[in-house]
């Protein structure tokens, strides 16, 4: 029982243990049923108002507890509802993520085609590319994003290689293009989705589309990339060239 219940119950059943003390023992019943109506009517009046003021006072107290109780369910019942959408676009995130490093793989896939091609150095023939393409979608989506990301480190001594690889065509200028927008796309989703930024964070700096994208970005920008790809030196130690 609650408190405030029982200290009205207490008070009432005093207040009554008095009241008809003083009614038999002073006024005496006798008396007090020869009374006129009206007076019996004012003594009762002025004998239960404080009463009913008390359990008034009790029950505006016991409808604040309950308002209170009610917000803190509802408050509760927000932060499940709230957990349990962040859950489901993660759910949705992660079956998105999966397709986009399909489409990040095969934009990297006819970039590394033309770069490493016949219309490129040559290094690898058409059917060379089916078969690795083959492998990629089977198992492997970043596969050729790693073979991008290799060139970029087998490369980036020589001067203007990274510029050639990246933008040196049309054709290699809108697969980088391509390529940055899906990404952007695909990290905006994970900045909706991760409140404390660990999923974002993996992508860009973890992940092999997250390198490639940043290299991208440094190439455009005609910055130092070794930072990105393990390499200590600082853009004051790189080779300078005439």
Same mark, same amino acid.
């Given at each position: 029982?609650?408190?405030?219940?029982?200290?009205?119950?207490?008070?009432?059943?005093?207040?009554?243990?008095?009241?008809?003390?003083?009614?038999?023992?002073?006024?005496?019943?006798?008396? @007090?049923?020869?009374?006129?109506?009206?007076?019996?009517?004012?003594?009762?009046?002025?004998?239960?108002?404080?009463? *009913? @003021?008390?359990?008034?006072? =009790?029950?505006?107290?016991?409808?604040?507890?309950?308002?209170? *109780?009610?917000?803190? *369910?509802?408050?509760?019942?927000?932060?499940?509802?709230?957990?349990?959408?962040?859950?489901? #676009?993660?759910?949705?995130?992660?079956?998105?993520?999966?397709?986009?490093? &399909?489409?990040?793989?095969?934009?990297?896939? @006819?970039?590394?085609? &033309?770069?490493?091609?016949?219309?490129?150095?040559?290094?690898?023939?058409?059917?060379?590319?089916?078969?690795?393409?083959?492998?990629?979608?089977?198992?492997?989506? &970043?596969?050729?994003?790693?073979?991008?990301?290799?060139?970029?480190? /087998?490369?980036?001594?020589?001067?203007?290689?990274?510029? $050639? =690889?990246?933008?040196?065509?049309?054709?290699?200028?809108?697969?980088?293009?391509?390529?940055?927008?899906? @990404?952007?796309?695909?990290?905006?989703?994970?900045?909706?989705?991760?409140?404390?930024?660990?999923?974002?964070? *993996?992508?860009?700096?973890?992940?092999?589309?997250?390198?490639?994208?940043?290299?991208?970005?440094?190439? #455009?920008? $005609? /910055?130092?990339?070794?930072?990105?790809?393990?390499?200590?030196?600082?853009? /004051?130690?790189?080779?300078?060239?005439?």
């Amino acid at each position: 029982m609650d408190w405030r219940i029982a200290f009205g119950l207490g008070v009432t059943t005093t207040w009554i243990t008095a009241g008809l003390f003083y009614l038999l023992g002073i006024v005496g019943w006798n008396n @007090f049923l020869t009374l006129p109506t009206a007076d019996i009517g004012s003594f009762l009046e002025g004998a239960f108002a404080p009463l *009913a @003021f008390l359990w008034l006072v =009790i029950g505006h107290f016991m409808q604040q507890k309950e308002i209170t *109780a009610n917000t803190r *369910a509802i408050s509760i019942q927000e932060r499940s509802a709230r957990r349990l959408e962040v859950h489901s #676009q993660r759910d949705s995130y992660f079956k998105l993520h999966d397709m986009v490093q &399909s489409q990040l793989g095969s934009i990297a896939g @006819f970039h590394y085609m &033309s770069v490493c091609g016949p219309t490129g150095t040559g290094e690898i023939t058409g059917e060379e590319f089916a078969e690795q393409r083959n492998h990629a979608a089977a198992s492997d989506p &970043s596969w050729f994003v790693r073979k991008m990301i290799r060139l970029a480190v /087998e490369n980036r001594d020589v001067d203007g290689a990274l510029q $050639d =690889i990246f933008f040196g065509t049309d054709i290699r200028a809108r697969h980088s293009a391509n390529f940055s927008r899906a @990404f952007r796309k695909l990290q905006t989703n994970a900045e909706a989705v991760d409140t404390d930024e660990i999923i974002a964070d *993996a992508l860009l700096n973890g992940s092999a589309a997250g390198i490639l994208y940043r290299v991208i970005l440094h190439v #455009q920008a $005609d /910055e130092e990339i070794g930072s990105l790809i393990g390499d200590p030196r600082t853009a /004051e130690d790189s080779p300078q060239t005439d």
